[in-house]
């Protein structure tokens, strides 16, 4: 990931951790047992989400079919809600379910227009 | 953590990962904000544990009040069950609650000889 991407996956984590949420991320470098892993992993008592997080300057935001099957195998496993998390520059987080993002040619795709279909960090 | 005590780690959460259980495992290097982090962070969709993990060759193991709370303050926040678990020498995992392990005058310890009180990996 990117020094921003890591600064904002930092910034979510906190984001998060101020809204009572316990957050952990995930270690930086994957061993092979951590493919799956989610960027963050999120609990406050009664939900729980993995959320892999994903920014862009504007361009949309494009996920591998590798990514989104990894989020979903760690996720149901878990037992946590699959979440991609996108942030385009000037706007907040917004959130969105694998099946929410999916196009008629199925690609995984968010585009900065869309964003407010998402949910807010207050929603979670 | 000692170099043996990563190891172990690692070990811990291949063994739950076996085992159907989803596993992320604290960054190495704690952040302000990463203070309450537990070593490990498993779900299997209906149980939670947040774990700090301790090693030994035979001596008792100690866990100071600072990283009881933590892992307390942690794990009821995420909504986990805390576990210290344990691993001696030519021993396997045992895992206790915090206030299993409390001594009389109040220090957390754990000897070998109590190992089998403790849940064993199986059990989880």
């Known amino acids: 990931m990117t020094h921003k991407g890591v600064r904002r996956e930092r910034q979510l984590a906190n984001s998060l951790d101020e809204r009572d949420f316990a957050v952990?991320?995930?270690?930086?470098?994957?061993?092979?047992?951590?493919?799956?892993?989610?960027?963050?992993?999120?609990?406050?008592?009664?939900?729980?989400?993995a959320i892999e997080c994903k920014?862009?300057?504007?361009?949309?935001?494009?996920?591998g079919d590798d990514e989104?099957?990894?989020?979903?195998?760690?996720?149901?496993?878990?037992g946590a809600q699959p979440l991609i998390g996108v942030r385009f520059d000037y706007c907040d987080w917004s959130f969105f379910s694998p099946t929410?993002?999916?196009?008629?040619?199925?690609?995984?795709?968010?585009?900065?227009?869309?964003?407010?279909?998402?949910?807010?960090?207050?929603d979670l």
């Open 55 to 63: 920014a862009s300057g504007g361009d949309p935001i494009y996920l």
């Open 24 to 49: 952990m991320r995930a270690p930086a470098s994957g061993s092979a047992t951590d493919r799956d892993l989610p960027d963050v992993l999120a609990g406050n008592g009664t939900a729980f989400y």
């Open 100 to 122: 929410e993002i999916i196009t008629e040619n199925g690609a995984y795709r968010v585009k900065q227009e869309r964003l407010e279909l998402g949910l807010r960090i207050e």
């Open 68 to 78: 989104i099957e990894g989020l979903g195998r760690f996720a149901t496993a878990f």
